[in-house]
């Protein structure tokens, strides 16, 4: 029996894009995504941007109403001469972890390729902000511009009042100790009386449009100085309990407890980590995201082809695309860097419908709660929601995929000469493949544990620190000087940072 044919007319004809027809891509793209994937997106805000405001947008970390810095100068130079000379091309969009959801589209994008990024982080990467666990308990979608918009004119209103030096100072510091000022296991503390009530009067200042500098002081938040002695009896044990050591959030602790920094000193501290808080969920969740919106995508564009709403050459620039974004060079590919995170979200994303749709004897043995289900779109959804990269790879990476990927353990011990090949394509290997793999993208793991141990504010001031060693990877000694210098700016007394071995692994 011969398929009829469609007669659908295809929503656009050539490369040319306008905004009509990104309307009406954009609408029939969400027809796919919320009634035939069942996807759960904040409302959509698209802009169209040229080559230099995306490479702005770069060097901002991808966030619009940013502060001013010299760094992201630097960066916008870099990429501004690699991208004119051909050594480095520019992402196709740039997609805003907010509400509404701002994506940013390049205005050289052709309107097969509109389509597709609007696909990729209009609607995929918008669910997953959406409905990730991290991103719904870490982040505040609803007031991010807000934030942005207060903190973008709080520190140039601290430039005019105090210079662009004193500020920078501040700012350069703070970004040294960015990776070590967020909380990664505990919710943070709530803010007191005395802090909420000065937050709100700096809303209502900066809803009139008048400074909140002078509102953000000792006073208004209760802060002691040291000149009180209440605390001059108190032990050790009872010291380090009354400022909650020791504390993970170094960034935290010097805008509660440094001797020497102003209120408008501590409140660019307090800018700056909540900036690094809310970026924190997607540095632990790069491959599943990038999975998700180009699972999403390349869902959604195929749907589109077979309903006759794209053209076959429009379908192959889309393709040709993707392709390239999920290519897995090989190790020894010159353009090898790693495993690629597109690559191997999308690879697991489309396995995971394959266990559900036509699963193998393999495949009931090892995901006996998912093989065979009918329901791959709720199976996918609920992984999107409830796991991070390194929970969701422990928990879906298959023998199948690490057979396809040619994934293997190597081990590196330093009391042995040669590298060896301690996990193959087996019962056990496949288990500690899975596991090994999984430990490279657990933050906890990577980034180094640094904490604040004491601070004797009635003694000697001295800060101390302690980094737990594991796998015997210290910190580099440049690097940990250079910010350590800057670790004395903000606490202004001598700083001590030990190293103590976290025990076997």
Known sequence: METAKTTTTPLFDGPEWTFELLEKARDAIETIALGDLGLDVYPNQIEIISAEQMLDAYSCVGLPLMYQHWSFGKHFARDEALYR????????????????????????????MQTLVMAHAAFGHNHFFKNNYLFQQWTDADGIQDYLAFSKNYIAACEERYGFDAVEEILDAAHALQSQGVFRYGRPPKPTIEERRAMQQLREAYEKGQSALDIWTDA??????????????????????RMNLPQENILYFLEKHSPVLEPWQREILRIVRMLAQYFYPQKQTKVMNEGCATFVHYYIINALYDQGLVTQGALMEMMHSHTNVVMQPEYDDPRYSGINPYALGFAMMQDIRRICEEPTEEDREWFPDIAGDPDWRGVLRNAWANYRDESFIQQYLSPHLIRKFKLFTLTDDETHPKLVISQIHNRAGYKAIRRDLAKQYDLAYIEPDIQVSDADLKGDRTLKLTHKVRDNVHLAEADRDEVLKHLRRLWGYDVKLDAVADGPH
């Open 85 to 112: 000379t051909g050594r480095q091309g520019l992402a196709y969009e740039i997609v805003i972890n907010s509400n509404p959801c701002i994506s940013y589209n390049m205005e050289e994008n052709t309107m097969a």
């Open 220 to 241: 208004t938040l209760g802060l002691k100085r040291d000149s009180d002695a209440q605390d001059e009896d108190l032990d050790h044990s009872e010291r380090r309990k």
